[in-house]
């Protein structure tokens, strides 16, 4: 069955830097895109990052550019958000999500059908 494993969250000082990985397994993932969301408590859940099939074409919300880089290793089957010069306002659950397709609608895959279970990335001193 499809799944999607997140991995590397934890507890990071302000101006630090986190690697989130996302383990797909169930699927080729070489056929379809990928996202990254993220949840803060209170707060409605917002889409990061995403990756088309192949890594040619990649998306970041107005937030995160320029401190977020995402990747995929589609031999491996993972899926990575490099999160640099992080920030309080970071600190949420984050999810990777399966696309129905190959391509990126904005910074969200068109049409997710599958989710992980999400990594807690808390940012504080």
């Known amino acids: 069955q499809v799944q999607l494993v997140e991995s590397g969250g934890g507890l990071v000082q302000p101006g630090g830097s986190l690697r989130l990985s996302c383990a797909a397994s169930?699927?080729?993932?070489?056929?379809?895109?990928i996202g990254w969301f993220r949840q803060a408590p209170g707060k409605e859940r917002e889409g990061v990052s995403c990756?088309?099939?192949?890594?040619?074409?990649?998306y970041y919300a107005d937030s995160v550019k320029g401190r977020f880089t995402i990747s995929r290793d589609n031999a491996k089957n993972t899926v990575y958000l490099q999160m640099n010069s992080l920030k309080p306002e970071d600190t949420a659950v984050y999810y990777c999500?399966?696309?129905?397709?190959?391509?990126?609608?904005?910074?969200?895959?068109?049409?997710?059908?599958?989710w992980g279970k999400g990594t807690l990335v808390t940012v504080s001193s």
């Open positions: 999500a399966k696309g129905a397709y190959s391509y990126c609608s904005g910074s969200q895959p068109r049409g997710m059908d599958y």
């Open positions: 169930g699927f080729t993932l070489d056929y379809y895109a």
């Open positions: 990756i088309s099939k192949s890594g040619g074409s990649t």
